[in-house]
């Protein structure tokens, strides 16, 4: 406890009940976990590889953008100023170069209106909820294992959430028709679906094109919104990239959340909405449910900041819009991390029984199932022991079998640390066996 806390302290049942919710301190523990064993190799975090980054190249991308701003757009001196030192448009101002990147790379064509950038994904996801929970009926359905950002936003707008289970291809149908059931037989409302197409954090699982088309026309039959979130999707491995959903979505059921924080630079805390619904509002007449989202904005961040958007804005110059072609060097790093991780485990654990992992083409993250519990305690412990951190799937899902299932992140390791990283988990996990005999 701080010692600056004496008499006339708060009790935790004092504050918001999310405070209490254990979802609302896992991102901190995670991020903690990493720097308190800085020696240690970190399968943890889903950070983006650091090796890229210069800082020079944060002054390039604002200088570029100011460029853009007078040469393409024919702004003033004053007006170059202002945009970036005043405060700005609600919904942002880089909504035309986010409408280029998403026809180019995404093949989504968004009006430049229907797009809130916003501080972070994070904040588009509290957007967005705000504005979906009008009273304690309304659900969210969200994949499960989940992204702890998404089931932390809800329980910060006391949104219910009702996970749906994921087998080993992505989303259990059977499983999602049986909640819409529970939720409408409990007097309740699934007003949307949370999922991460490709290579989701945690589970590194892509869905099929087939099982995209098939969640559009569930969303359709049963009148719920897809949350589609999307910050992996280019960092492709061997096979194709899938179409994502909000490009097939013809019929305005996707609302389209994208971050830049792994295919730009997580610094900038910028992220954005593509929120195209139309919304009746009184005298307003038609609006679009990227306008009604502002106002949640305005009283949030007011605005995101100018300066992180010209950041990114630059990079998106920089790359003619295409973040494809950003990431050139940081897509073939990370699938060559994935391949050299699946071929270490397969070296190390091939004679394990008990323990296997899936194996994700692409992306940042694989899981790896364990014989026994692998909670913070055992991360701590391995951590000390072992010198090697990953992270507990008990932060994203309480079911028994995410209990026994830790995530491996490969973005931030040569492939010699990953293989010492695998090597140190295989001395983990036979200390472990040993001690449950
Ligand atoms: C599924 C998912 N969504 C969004 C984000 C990024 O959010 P932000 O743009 O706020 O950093 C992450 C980052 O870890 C993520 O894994």
């Given at each position: 406890m701080s010692p600056y806390v004496r008499d006339g302290g708060l009790s935790l049942e004092d504050l918001h009940v999310s405070l209490s919710d254990p979802s609302l301190a896992s991102m901190t523990f995670l991020n903690e976990v990493s720097q308190r064993y800085p020696k240690a190799i970190s399968f943890a975090a889903g950070r983006p590889y650091e090796g890229y980054f210069a800082v020079e190249d944060v002054?390039?991308?604002?200088?570029?953008?100011?460029?853009?701003?007078?040469?393409?757009?024919?702004?003033?001196?004053?007006?170059?100023?202002?945009?970036?030192?005043?405060?700005?448009?609600?919904?942002?101002?880089?909504?035309?170069?986010?409408?280029r990147n998403l026809r180019l790379d995404e093949d989504i064509t968004a009006d430049p209106e229907s797009i809130v950038v916003t501080v972070g994904c994070q904040e588009a996801m509290v957007v967005v909820l705000r504005a979906l929970r009008t009273d304690e009926r309304d659900v969210l359905m969200a994949v499960s294992p989940s992204y702890v950002g998404i089931t932390g936003a809800a329980r910060l707008v006391d949104m219910r959430v009702a996970s749906v289970a994921s087998g080993d291809d992505g989303i259990d149908f059977d499983a999602l028709d049986a909640v819409v059931r529970e939720t409408r037989a409990n007097g309740l409302r699934p007003r949307a679906l949370y999922v991460v197409p490709d290579y989701s954090n945690p589970t590194g699982q892509t869905l099929s094109e087939a099982d995209r088309r098939r969640l559009l026309s569930r969303s359709r039959t049963e009148g719920?919104?897809?949350?589609?979130?999307?910050?992996?999707?280019?960092?492709?491995?061997?096979?194709?990239?899938?179409?994502?959903?909000?490009?097939m979505d013809r019929e305005r059921r996707v609302v389209y959340l994208g971050s830049f924080a792994k295919t730009g630079l997580p610094g900038a805390r910028v992220g954005y909405v593509v929120a195209d619904q139309t919304v009746e509002d009184g005298t307003r007449g038609v609006t679009l449910l990227a306008d009604q989202l502002a106002k949640i904005k305005s009283m949030l961040t007011v605005n995101t900041s100018p300066i992180a958007q010209a950041v990114v804005a630059?990079?998106?110059?920089?790359?003619?819009?295409?973040?494809?072609?950003?990431?050139?060097?940081?897509?073939?790093?990370?699938?060559?991390?994935?391949?050299?991780?699946?071929?270490?485990?397969?070296?190390?654990?091939?004679?394990?029984?008990?323990?296997?992992?899936?194996?994700?083409?692409?992306?940042?993250?694989?899981?790896?199932?364990?014989?026994?519990?692998?909670?913070?305690?055992?991360?701590?412990?391995?951590?000390?022991?072992?010198?090697?951190?990953?992270?507990?799937?008990?932060?994203?899902?309480?079911?028994?079998?995410?209990?026994?299932?830790?995530?491996?992140?490969?973005?931030?390791?040569?492939?010699?640390?990953?293989?010492?990283?695998?090597?140190?988990?295989?001395?983990?996990?036979?200390?472990?066996?040993?001690?449950?005999?």
């Open positions: 002054h390039r991308y604002i200088e570029r953008y100011c460029r853009y701003l007078k040469q393409e757009l024919g702004h003033s001196d004053a007006e170059v100023r202002r945009a970036l030192f005043q405060y700005g448009r609600t919904k942002g101002i880089i909504h035309e170069l986010i409408a719920f919104l897809i949350l589609e979130d999307n910050p992996y999707g280019l960092f492709r491995g061997v096979r194709e990239r899938q179409r994502t959903i909000k490009s630059g990079r998106l110059l920089e790359n003619d819009c295409s973040l494809v072609a950003a990431n050139t060097r940081e897509t073939a790093l990370y699938q060559d991390n994935m391949r050299c991780a699946h071929d270490s485990l397969t070296r190390h654990f091939e004679d394990v029984p008990g323990v296997s992992w899936n194996r994700p083409d692409g992306g940042l993250f694989l899981v790896v199932d364990l014989p026994f519990a692998a909670g913070d305690e055992e991360l701590e412990r391995c951590a000390e022991d072992h010198e090697v951190i990953w992270t507990p799937m008990a932060h994203f899902a309480a079911d028994e079998r995410s209990r026994r299932r830790i995530r491996l992140s490969v973005s931030q390791l040569n492939p010699a640390e990953i293989d010492l990283g695998v090597e140190r988990l295989r001395a983990f996990v036979d200390d472990c066996s040993r001690s449950a005999e």
